[in-house]
T-cell receptor, first 116, second 112 residues
Framework: GAVVSQHPSRVICKSGTSVKIECRSL??????MFWYRQFPKQSLMLMAT?????????EQGVEKDKFLINHASLTLSTLTVTSAHPEDSSFYIC????????????FGDGTRLSIL | SQKIEQNSEALNIQEGKTATLTCNYT??????LQWYRQDPGRGPVFLLL?????KEKRKERLKVTFDTTLKQSLFHITASQPADSATYLC???????????FGAGTRLFVKA
């Protein structure tokens, strides 16, 4: 199998707080990890692509200083939402692939972030 | 730019019938196409990948077709069950590299 674990599943916190979300591939080494944001009834919106040991590649319009991504090992990537505000409230999902090219993505179960 | 279109209206069918979902794309000739299932509040789950040289692919009750001339993929669930109720996402590789572009998905409801 290819299991991806994402924690926490839900976060509720005050405006101005920084929130860290972890994404782990449990039974495989992930060459690449992706971070998405999803609004209700909308498609997954790619935020950034993360490769182990290198800086993440952010999509246009995504603030890298706001959404800090660290990919410390082949099994762990973290997304930190810094100084979160209510407009950052969303469903954040990570995924991981085993290799390049036509490999399916294996997703975590997402993190529901609510900023009060 | 690449565009993926899936029927935004929910599909309601009776248990036992075949569900057919459509994915259309434009401005693109992808080497492969993927289908995922997403349940509410969960991450998507990979179902099938079909390559451009494959007209059809099957997995248990699932069947996917890929028409590169029409720029369309059809996703069929035969003998549908209430447990098949979910949102189904079509996905294509981005022309630039490792990224994947997802459609907005079609919500399927199977009534018992």
């Amino acid at each position: 199998g290819a299991v991806v674990s994402q924690h926490p599943s839900r976060v509720i916190c005050k405006s101005g707080t920084s929130v860290k979300i972890e994404c782990r591939s449990l039974d495989f080494q992930a060459t690449t990890m992706f971070w998405y944001r999803q609004f209700p009834k909308q498609s997954l919106m790619l935020m950034a692509t993360s490769n182990e040991g290198s800086k993440a590649t952010y999509e246009q319009g995504v603030e890298k200083d706001k959404f800090l991504i660290n990919h410390a090992s082949l099994t762990l990537s973290t997304l930190t939402v810094t100084s979160a505000h209510p407009e950052d409230s969303s469903f954040y999902i990570c995924s991981a692939t085993k290799g390049a090219g036509n490999q399916p993505q294996h997703f975590g179960d997402g993190t529901r972030l609510s900023i009060l | 730019s690449q565009k993926i279109e899936q029927n935004s209206e929910a599909l309601n069918i009776q248990e036992g019938k075949t569900a057919t979902l459509t994915c259309n794309y434009t401005n693109y000739s992808p080497a492969y196409l993927q289908w995922y299932r997403q349940d509410p509040g969960r991450g998507p789950v990979f179902l099938l990948l079909i390559r451009e040289n494959e007209k059809e692919k099957r997995k248990e009750r699932l069947k996917v077709t890929f028409d590169t001339t029409l720029k369309q993929s059809l996703f069929h669930i035969t003998a549908s069950q209430p447990a098949d109720s979910a949102t189904y996402l079509c996905a294509l590789p981005h022309t630039g590299g490792f990224k994947t572009i997802f459609g907005a998905g079609t919500r399927l409801f199977v009534k018992a």
